[in-house]
């Protein structure tokens, strides 16, 4: 790249973006680049995302149910089909989740206001699953 375009690059970054010097642990740049590149995100935009999604998760007022990253929680098949999904509708990996969360959520009371367990879907053995 000439000359003229890093500078020109450089002015069209100093009026677009606002930097920050990020300090942290040895070794901790190369395990989020690494996180990053297997979901298929920059540094930045992984970090970005990370803060916007905490950033959005704090202002809803709702507590994670468990202090484990969603990769604690999820097999690695579910955590991929979660990725294709976000990738496609633009969605954060918190709303996808919500959305599915909430969608599942009004399946299941469906199925046990019928009488029938969500999970293993026979009828439950009394009304125990009648409201």
């Known amino acids: 790249m000439g000359t003229a375009r890093t500078k020109a690059n450089n002015r069209w970054n100093a009026k677009a973006y606002d930097r920050v010097n990020l300090t942290m642990p040895q070794g901790r740049k190369a395990e989020i ?8 995100e920059s540094t930045n ?3 970005n995302r990370s803060i916007s999604e ?3 998760r ?4 709702i507590a994670p149910v468990s202090s484990a990253p969603i990769g604690d929680m999820l097999c690695a ?4 089909a979660i ?7 633009g969605e954060s990996v918190a709303e996808y989740v919500n959305r599915a969360v909430l969608v599942q959520s009004k399946r ?3 199925g046990i206001s019928l009488g029938v367990n969500p999970v293993t879907g ?3 053995p009394s009304d125990e699953g009648k409201r």
Not at 83 to 89: E, G, Y
């Open 45 to 47: 935009g992984f970090i």
């Open 122 to 124: 026979e009828a439950f």
């Open 83 to 89: 990725h294709k999904i976000v990738r496609t509708t």
């Open 77 to 80: 098949e579910a955590l991929k």
């Open 33 to 40: 680049k690494a996180h990053a590149e297997a979901r298929g």
């Open 54 to 56: 905490t950033i959005e």
């Open 108 to 110: 299941d009371e469906t």
């Open 58 to 61: 704090d202002i809803s007022g």
